[in-house]
């Protein structure tokens, strides 16, 4: 479980971006953070991860303050994937999501077979591996970015915007293989959109921001429709 408490931000230049913002995200099941732009939604993320460090209030993980455990175990424990992918230009799509486990210390036999697994479980066929970033479709793109999230097989994954950039349908099926893929593996998400549709299709729980940073509605789907 990530325990958020009271949590604060404010940039150097004032701005705050997260307001005494307090929530509980349940193990194996995805919750989605949901807000128009400049709500905070990025900025909760990546306090989660510590890219971001908050102005007050704490983190916890499985109990643990995360200030409190070393920031290269932190990151290795969490998945992070981001709109337009964020892939290594200059490397193959088997070496993109190589690239984790050979940095955890794997032999490369063994990161390269995990990558194949990983592209086979995202939807990807093998065809790819070979291949350039720029020379797949931007759908594809994403699936190799879920698939390098998932290479070190971290617990949680933390997830900004990942499908806005695709097209309609084909982030329908991307939302699809997320919540087949978070049903097999039982990640903790945390799921960033502005789009309350994709909070509703996606979300076990839904956290509703709202501008400068506050709580709006901390519910399941259906107890959100109703208000
Ligand atoms: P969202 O992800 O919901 O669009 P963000 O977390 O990106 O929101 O931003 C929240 C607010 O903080 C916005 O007003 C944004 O302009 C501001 N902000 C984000 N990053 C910075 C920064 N590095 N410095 C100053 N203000 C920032
Ligand atoms: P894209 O190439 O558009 O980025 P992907 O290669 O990730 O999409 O494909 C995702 C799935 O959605 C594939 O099975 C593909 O055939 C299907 N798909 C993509 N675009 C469309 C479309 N416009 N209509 C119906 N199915 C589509």
Redesign the pocket.
């Known amino acids: 479980m990530i325990q958020i408490e009271s949590i604060t931000?404010r940039?150097?230049?004032g701005?705050v971006?997260?307001d005494d913002l307090s929530l509980e995200i349940p193990d194996s099941s995805i919750t989605v953070l949901v807000?128009?732009?400049?709500?905070?939604?990025?900025?909760?993320?990546?306090m989660i991860n510590r890219m971001v460090e908050p102005s007050s209030g704490r983190i916890l993980l499985d109990g643990q303050d995360i200030h409190q455990q070393p920031v290269n175990a932190l990151r290795r424990s969490m998945g992070y994937v981001i709109q337009n992918a964020g892939l290594f230009p200059h490397r193959t799509i088997l070496a993109n999501i190589a690239t984790v486990p050979r940095m955890l210390g794997w032999d490369k036999v063994r990161a390269r077979k995990r990558a194949s697994e990983l592209m086979e479980r995202v939807g990807l066929d093998s065809s790819l591996a070979k291949r350039y970033p720029y020379q797949l479709s931007g759908g594809q793109q994403q699936r190799v970015g879920v698939a390098r999230a998932l290479a070190a097989d971290p617990p949680v994954l933390l997830m900004?915007e990942p499908f806005s950039a695709v097209d309609p349908i084909v982030r329908k099926v991307l939302q699809g293989e997320l919540l087949r893929i978070q049903e097999e593996l039982g990640k903790t998400i945390v799921f960033?959109t502005?789009d309350i549709d994709e909070a509703i299709r996606l979300g076990d729980t839904i956290a509703v921001?709202r501008t400068g940073?506050k709580l709006a509605q901390f519910a399941a789907p259906d107890d959100l429709l109703s208000h």
């Open positions: 931000k940039y150097a230049d701005t971006a997260v807000g128009p732009s400049g709500c905070g939604k990025t900025t909760t993320l990546r900004d960033v502005h921001l940073g």
